[in-house]
C-alpha cells in the first residue's frame, strides 16, 4: 500500500523504537504493531510485515551482543534448534488459528515471566541450596529438559506473535541457568533471531506482505539494534531487571485494553 511521507516516517520510527528495545529486553512488536494497524494494514498482514521486518534488528542486536556469547557456543546450537521448531510451529499456528486463541492466557504467562524475573535472585539460591542438601551441587549446564520445553513453548508463542517473548526468554534462562544476566540477554537475541528468521521465511511463501513496511521496519531496526546492545550492556543486573518489568507491564496493559 501506498504511504504518505508521515506514515513512512512513524514506522521507520517504530522501527527504531523496537530495534533497541528488543536488543535490552524484547517486546519491540509493542512498539511496531499498532503502528502498522493504524497506517491501515489487515492484523494479519501487519503481524507478518513487522516478523520480517524485525529479522534484520534482531540480527543487529545479536552482533551488538557477540562478546557475551562467548563459550556458549553449544547452548546457542541446542537452544536454536528449539527455537527453530517452536519458531515455525508458532508460524503455522498463525495463519490456522483464530488471532483470539491466545489472548486470554498471553497476559497470564507474561505476569508470570515478570515475578520470575524479580524474584530470580532469591530463587536461584533456593535452587542452589536445594541441590546442596540432596548433595547434587551441579547445576545442567544447559539448564535441562525444564528448560528446552519453556524454550519450545515461548518460541512457538515467538513465532505466532511475538510481544514479549524475550521476557519469556530472560524469565526461564535467568532462572535455570547459572549466568550472568547480559550473558542470558545474549541468548535470547540470538534466539529471537532464529524465530524470527524460520516464522518470517514461512510467511514468505504463504502469507501477504507489506514490503514497503517490511523495509522501513528492516531499517530501523538495524539502528535500534546497535542502539540497544550500547545501552543495554551499560545496565546493571538491578537495571536490566526494572526495564523488563517496565516492558512487561505495558504488554500486560496494552493486551488487556485492546
Excluded: C, H
Excluded at 499456528?93 to 520470575?116: E, M, R, T, Y
Excluded at 529438559?145 to 518460541?155: K, M, R
Excluded at 529471537?192 to 517490511?214: I, P, R
Amino acid at each position: 500500500m501506498a504511504l504518505s511521507i508521515w506514515e513512512a516516517l512513524a514506522v521507520f520510527a517504530a522501527g527504531i523504537g523496537a530495534g533497541t528495545i528488543n536488543t535490552i529486553v524484547g517486546s519491540g512488536t509493542l512498539f511496531t504493531f499498532p503502528v502498522l494497524l493504524a497506517i491501515g494494514l489487515p492484523p494479519i498482514t501487519a503481524n507478518v510485515s513487522n516478523t520480517l521486518g524485525l529479522v534484520t534488528g534482531n540480527i543487529s542486536g545479536a552482533i551488538g551482543y557477540r562478546r557475551e556469547l562467548g563459550g556458549q557456543r553449544r547452548r546457542i546450537v541446542r537452544f536454536g534448534i528449539v527455537g527453530l521448531i517452536g519458531g515455525l510451529l508458532g508460524a503455522v499456528l498463525l495463519l490456522a488459528l483464530p488471532s483470539k486463541a491466545f489472548d486470554a492466557i498471553v497476559p497470564v504467562l507474561i505476569g508470570i515471566a515478570l515475578v520470575l524475573v524479580i524474584l530470580q535472585p532469591r530463587l536461584a539460591r533456593a535452587l542452589a541450596r536445594r541441590r546442596e542438601r540432596n548433595g547434587t551441587t551441579d547445576t545442567p549446564t544447559d539448564g535441562g529438559p525444564g528448560l528446552l520445553a519453556g524454550l519450545l513453548f515461548a518460541s512457538a508463542y515467538g513465532g505466532y506473535f511475538g510481544a514479549a517473548q524475550g521476557v519469556l526468554y530472560l524469565s526461564l534462562m535467568g532462572l535455570l541457568l547459572r549466568e550472568d544476566l547480559q550473558r542470558v540477554n545474549a541468548l535470547k537475541n540470538v534466539l529471537a533471531v532464529v524465530v524470527n528468521a524460520v516464522a518470517a521465511l514461512f510467511f514468505v511463501f504463504v502469507a501477504d506482505v507489506d514490503w514497503l513496511a517490511v523495509l522501513l521496519i528492516a531499517v530501523g531496526s538495524t539502528l535500534g539494534g546497535q542502539i540497544g546492545a550500547k545501552v543495554g550492556r551499560k545496565l546493571s543486573p538491578t537495571a536490566l531487571r526494572g526495564v523488563i518489568v517496565v516492558v512487561g507491564v505495558v504488554a500486560i496493559a496494552q493486551m488487556l485494553l485492546k
